[in-house]
């Protein structure tokens, strides 16, 4: 069977638009001006626009186009129209169009916050921040009830345009409005001085939130990090000094202090702050030891520093030799068993813990992660059996079964155990798990090749959670992958934009499908951009997809050259030798 050409494609178009149109002329029947029905005075042409957005609602889109199309012909001053056309071009992903018609609604009616809304997003998308910022201001003005809300999205956007001085003049403005002390709008003003490297400034907002929340220790633990980021040591231990006596029994306090002074090893501090550590987090047996994160962050940083695991170590020992029944001493040892090189005596310790202590929950936990964390699948599984037995409410069980699962490229018994922590979370009203297996169990579907069950899982997951990113860029991009409603793909590809424009994954998808729609030169703008993005993280996928742009744009040199870099760093699709050997396009 032969495909169409381009040129029979766009025949074909037009005609189905010539077809369209008739049908839309043969239902606008003549109105008399003046009329009134139920109350409603009818005007010229009403049949045509009422036509056009009951088509819209029913999204009957194509329809709905035409007719909107066909009344602006016959009325060309109307704002509703252009700005209905507006939102069927933002669907299908046409942004000059979109952004034409979104400002001949807003020069229409002026007043309407709707459509001054919707401009400035899509001004916002185009990064054109600026017109966003003020279209923003004028809804807040304008609006007593959306100023909130219009003004910090207008101070963002002056942010994104690099104007800190303007983006602060906002939310003092938001300020008058609101108690002085107002938290969120501070945090906002904190945010904003951090990020454009105004210490001076974020330390006295955040001095400000200490002396109006005085029961939030978080507020002194950023004036300490704001005196280290500036490099100021001694305004960072004056600084710490304050919270240590104002909060001297808090566990998290008390873990922060000790990961200050590792980080900078003050030796006589960090044994003095452990000691202390232990005896508070004895309060909260069955609560996570928050020391092992300070822990972590400093060897993260310092990897090759392992006396410093050896150190802490001699010091636990110590400890449980001296209060033999601090059992928050005893886990810590356990765990520095583990990750510092002596597995089996950290093993050996969890297991007698357990034995004593079976319905603590937490000290089967770091047991499991060990296992899963050294690839000892069946002894991470036999643990979990056990857990099962003691805590059968528990969502992590199921939730660690499906990873282990899926790392084993198991998918089946994957879904299996991602169905029952679904079935888990719901009981226990738990929507941010729900989610979780929610999305897990869409991808498991699509791993399957069992698309039509996992697209009904993420329309259902999206009815839940419209914003959710991982589920909108997933579901567009499997979408693409099979060829199959691009433009549905496409919109919810730009959701993710509008959330976070700079995501590398979410503008590769974006791109990606606006190649797979054959609309390369968009396809290059969105790559191009993703792998800039990216930086040195750039993924083989990104450039790889940015090649074969390049290719289908008769860059044959530049798409060669990139394919060619991604094979010498031994990565790439299954094409990718096809495609350098043959100098052609395979997907």
């Known amino acids: 069977m032969t495909a169409c050409g381009p040129s029979k494609k766009v025949a074909k178009a037009k005609a189905n638009y010539a077809n369209m149109q008739n049908e839309v002329k043969g239902q606008n029947q003549s109105e008399i001006k003046g009329m009134s029905i139920d109350g409603y005075v009818l005007q010229n042409n009403d049949r045509v626009f009422f036509n056009a957005l009951r088509s819209y609602l029913v999204s009957s889109f194509d329809t709905a186009f035409v007719s909107f199309n066909y009344y602006n012909s016959l009325d060309s001053t109307d704002a509703t129209t252009y700005y209905y056309l507006a939102q069927i071009k933002g669907r299908y992903n046409y942004l000059k169009e979109t952004l034409k018609d979104a400002q001949k609604s807003v020069a229409l009616s002026p007043e309407n916050k709707w459509m001054q809304s919707f401009y400035a997003g899509i001004l916002a998308f185009n990064e054109q921040y600026d017109s966003a910022a003020n279209l923003f201001l004028a809804i807040g003005r304008n609006n007593p009830g959306d100023r909130e809300n219009s003004y910090l999205a207008a101070s963002r956007l002056l942010q994104k345009a690099g104007k800190t001085e303007a983006s602060i003049a906002i939310l003092d403005t938001l300020l008058s409005y609101h108690n002085p002390n107002d938290e969120n709008i501070l945090q906002e003003k904190q945010a904003v001085y951090l990020k454009s490297g105004k210490m001076d400034e974020a330390l006295k907002v ?45 566990e998290d306090v008390t873990s922060y202090i000790f990961g200050y002074h590792l980080k900078k090893r003050n030796v006589d501090a960090v044994a003095e702050k452990l000691k202390d550590y232990l005896e508070t987090a004895e309060s909260s047996q069955e609560k996570d030891l928050s020391i092992l994160n300070q822990i972590g962050a400093y060897m993260s940083g310092n990897r090759g520093d392992t006396s410093v695991l050896t150190y802490l170590s001699e010091l636990t020992e110590k400890i449980v030799k001296d209060k033999p029944n601090n059992l928050s001493a005893k886990r810590l040892l356990a765990s520095l068993n583990l990750y510092g090189g002596k597995e ?102 699509h791993e399957l090749g069992q698309n039509k069950e996992s697209d009904s899982v993420y329309d259902a997951l999206l009815v839940k959670d419209p914003e959710n990113v991982m589920a909108l860029n997933n579901y567009a991009y499997f979408l693409s992958e099979r060829g199959e409603r691009l433009d549905f793909a496409l919109n919810l590809s730009k959701k993710t ?19 797979k729609m054959r609309r390369y030169e968009d396809a290059k703008f969105y790559l191009e951009k993703a792998v800039t993005v990216a930086g040195d993280q750039v993924s083989a996928v990104i450039l790889e997809h940015l090649a074969d742009t390049e290719f289908r744009l008769g860059n044959e040199g530049n798409a060669l050259k990139i394919w060619q870099a991604i094979d010498d760093a031994g990565q790439g699709s299954s094409f990718l030798k096809r495609k350098i050997k043959e100098r052609n396009i395979y997907e």
């Open 206 to 250: 955040t001095r400000q939130l200490v002396e109006a929340y005085p029961l939030s220790p978080e507020y002194l633990v950023q004036i300490v990090e704001i005196y280290e980021l500036d490099n100021e040591p001694l305004k960072s231990a004056d600084a710490l000094k304050v919270l240590e006596k104002q909060f001297p029994k808090n």
């Open 344 to 445: 089996e005596e950290g093993v050996a310790m969890f297991r007698s813990l357990i034995g004593e202590h079976p319905q603590n929950y937490v000290l089967w936990t770091p047991l499991l992660e060990h296992y899963m964390y050294v690839a000892k699948f069946d002894t991470a599984l036999e643990v979990l059996n056990h857990m099962e037995k003691t805590f059968p409410d528990s969502i992590d069980i199921p939730f660690n079964k499906m990873l282990i699962a899926e790392w084993q490229k198991n998918h089946k018994t994957a879904l299996k155990h991602g169905f029952t922590g679904l079935d888990l979370a719901q009981k226990q009203k738990s929507k941010e798990k729900e989610i979780l297996f929610y999305n897990s169990i869409a991808h498991y579907y």
């Open 497 to 515: 934009l509008e959330m976070d424009f700079n995501n590398s994954n979410n503008l590769d998808t974006y791109g990606w499908i606006l190649y």
